[in-house]
């Protein structure tokens, strides 16, 4: 079975400090990750996703995520924060090598950037 | 390009009734597939509809259920609303089952 952990509930940052919101995966093949974010009573907007190549994928708004196969993380970062970046993120996998499997979402980390 | 949306936006119900919630998704996917999402549990897998044939099923009782038309809106049903069903119905589409999901503005249903 897939999963994905999310170990922090929330994320304290002030802007204009550089973000790190992290995610670990489990999966028994090859993972497709991603990154969503949530604002108030809104869906979940696409950020980024990580299926082959690069390790450092950049996406939305200035945000880049790092895949690291041998620590099974794909951490989101953002050089500088904004305070407009405040809402839930939420890392998700898909097991590639599984047919066609299902996408398994984190728990979700709350980012709150302050002034 | 429209985006994936979903009717209605809100919606109050009481105990026992049922529920039809819709979900057109962007031109030209043909795989749209539903979430719910609370508090407590997060986000949790439904459903997945391809080419009006339902290809995944979460782990869910069977009063929920769905269905996708030929032109890929997809609809899903709630039987016998409970308490519990009270939460932010989300609906995702993608080009294919395993391309990148977009998802809607969801639909959140609060059972009185």
């Known amino acids: 079975a897939q999963s994905v952990a999310q170990p922090e509930d929330q994320v304290n940052v002030a802007e204009g400090n550089p973000l790190t919101v992290k995610c670990t995966y489990s999966v028994s093949g090859n993972p497709y990750l991603f990154w969503y974010v949530q604002y108030p009573n809104r869906g979940l907007q696409f950020l980024l996703k990580y299926i082959t190549g690069d390790n450092l994928v950049k996406g939305s708004y200035g945000f880049e995520a790092e895949f690291n196969k041998s620590q099974t993380s794909f951490h989101l970062k953002k050089p500088s924060a904004l305070v407009s970046d405040s809402a839930l993120y939420f890392c998700a996998v898909r097991d590639s090598d599984s047919g066609y499997s299902t996408l398994t979402f984190g728990k979700g980390t709350m980012l709150l950037v302050s002034p | 390009k429209a985006g994936v949306t979903q009717t209605p936006r809100y919606l109050i119900k009481t105990r026992g009734q049922q529920v039809t919630l819709s979900c057109s998704p962007i031109?030209?996917?043909?795989?749209v597939s539903w979430y719910q999402q609370t508090p407590g549990q997060g986000l949790q897998f439904l459903f997945e509809?391809?080419?009006?044939?339902?290809?995944n099923k979460g782990n869910f009782p069977g009063r929920f259920s769905g269905r996708q038309f030929s032109n890929s809106r997809s609809e899903m049903n709630v039987s016998t609303l409970e308490l519990g069903d009270s939460a932010l119905y989300l609906c995702a589409s993608s080009l294919g089952r395993q391309e990148t999901q977009y998802f809607g503005p969801g639909t959140r249903l609060l059972v009185l």
């Open positions: 509809y391809f080419s009006e044939t339902q290809r």
């Open positions: 031109s030209g996917h043909r795989s």
